[in-house]
């Protein structure tokens, strides 16, 4: 439908592709929120595909940073551009785009928790599951275009994400 609109009405449209958001003020319905919490309540958490699962995660401020950069750079009705770039997915037809945002990094579930488990300081319980019907076993980003545009690369580290998340999340929740 944004595609049709920027085609139809010279609207430019870039549209975002996030993966795997993390970090504080995140929904609490992901993972690491859930995560946090039941080990901090000495509960169990899920763990689904029995943590054969690969996750393209991506830390909120690389997200805001991204996003800060590309906000300005507006794609162009098609009789304007000057150059293409083999590696956008810009339209044939309208200017409208398609950028991925993500670390390109994809990490285990398991080295993720574990990253958890030691900035809480505490081992999990832990209840391996099945797959999740509609789930996917691993995430990754393409973010050649992101880069190609800005210059920008993902910069923070799972293991630093994990860990200023985890010191928000006790002063927040008060713990």
Known sequence: MAHSYSHLYG?????????????PWGRPDMA???????ILEGKTIE?????????????????????NLII???PEIPSLRRKTNKR???????????INIGNSKPTNLMDY?????KALGITANKNFLG????DVKETSSNTDL???LTGFKAKKSIQNGIIEFVEWYKSYYNY
């Open 72 to 74: 300005d750079i507006v």
């Open 47 to 67: 763990i689904y595909n029995h943590g054969k699962m690969r996750r393209d995660f991506t830390n909120i401020f690389d997200l805001v940073e991204a996003i």
């Open 131 to 134: 797959m999740q019907m509609g």
């Open 88 to 98: 956008d997915s810009i339209s044939d037809v309208a200017p409208y785009r398609i």
């Open 113 to 117: 928790i574990s990253e958890l488990e």
């Open 146 to 148: 992101l880069f190609a």
């Open 11 to 23: 609207i430019p449209i870039t549209m975002f592709r996030f993966f795997t958001v993390y970090g």
């Open 32 to 38: 690491l929120f859930k995560f946090t919490k039941h």
